[in-house]
């Protein structure tokens, strides 16, 4: 699903033509039914920002993705909802956005 992300990154895609025609975007499922938790490694998590869990990381990189609006969570403990919150609170870099999709190509 890194797709729109990269495309974005590029300058194109539907989530920049959706920003150029004035709509609003949402990412629904950002962490595909906590699937994309299990998939990350500590490596990769450290590489995207230190410190945060798992699902943090994962959805930080979807947060940071231009052109996109909104992303709906949702969160099974207060503890969870915080880790979300706090990881969206800065987003990433486009560079560093970048250089993590290119880690994940190669990986």
Known sequence: M???????LGGGGSLVQAQDAGVI????????????PGLMTPEL???IRPGLSAAA???????????LDVVLV???TPDH???AAKAVTVPLA???LRSILDELAAG
């Open 81 to 83: 909802w915080d880790d």
């Open 45 to 47: 998590v450290e590489f």
């Open 25 to 36: 975007t949402f990412a629904s499922a950002p962490l595909h039914g906590g699937e994309l």
């Open 57 to 67: 990381a994962a959805l930080l990189v979807v947060a940071s993705c231009p052109g």
């Open 2 to 8: 890194a797709d729109p992300i990269d495309q974005a």
């Open 94 to 96: 486009p560079e560093h």
């Open 74 to 76: 949702s969160a099974s």
